[in-house]
């Protein structure tokens, strides 16, 4: 079984957020037998929205490694989470409330600008995201995303309560003791359970780094450098690469 982890800011998706340029790129990976995991840190109701448009049924990590989010019945075995829906969630991070409180508290001392304390129109202009998906990216579970802070020093006073900072391609975001890594792991402990796992994985930014840490086969977009995966241009290359 070859399964594969991919990001989507910047790596599935483009500055306007439209799933319908990975569409085939998607279709060709499906039809090649991956199992397509999205791991990012959108949040579960903006990875419906792409699960959807490239139809995709498996498991999905959101928010950063915050949760895993397996269909009910997915695997022939029972699951330990949190049933919601659809869905047995395994929580891995940090209740939103917290980490919102958190950052409550240093807002006004640091000038800090996060989906909590903005209105739908400025994470639209902090984002650049259409109205109803930023609607759905400010339905958040686990995480906060900080477009704009005004001084610096916050992150070490965030770490100190025991919450993560991490820089994705534009921004940073907060969350508990987890990362993308930590929760492709145990996805993949689960995977194991039916068949011998090949595990890939492509993304962009340093939030990535702890899950191209852990796959067989890391790719990264772009010209930041880590130190186990391969350079590509795009996605698009990475279908050159692997199949």
Known sequence: MR?????LDRTLLGD??????????LKSLLEAGFEVVLNS?????EQEYYRKAWGLKGPFIVENGSAIVIPEGYFPFEVNGRKRGEYVIIELGEEYDRIKAALDGLAGEYGLKYYGNCTLAEVMAFTGLPESLARLAMERGYSETIFK?????????LESMGLRVSRGSRFLGVTGDTDKGRAAVELLNLYSCLERVESYALGDGENDFPLLDVVDHPFIVGSLRHRRAKNISSVVELLEVVL
């Open 3 to 7: 399964v594969l982890f991919l990001d």
């Open 16 to 25: 306007d957020y439209s799933p319908e340029p990975a569409g085939p790129v």
């Open 41 to 45: 840190s959108k949040t579960l109701a």
């Open 149 to 157: 802070w005004e001084s610096s020093g916050f992150e070490e006073v």
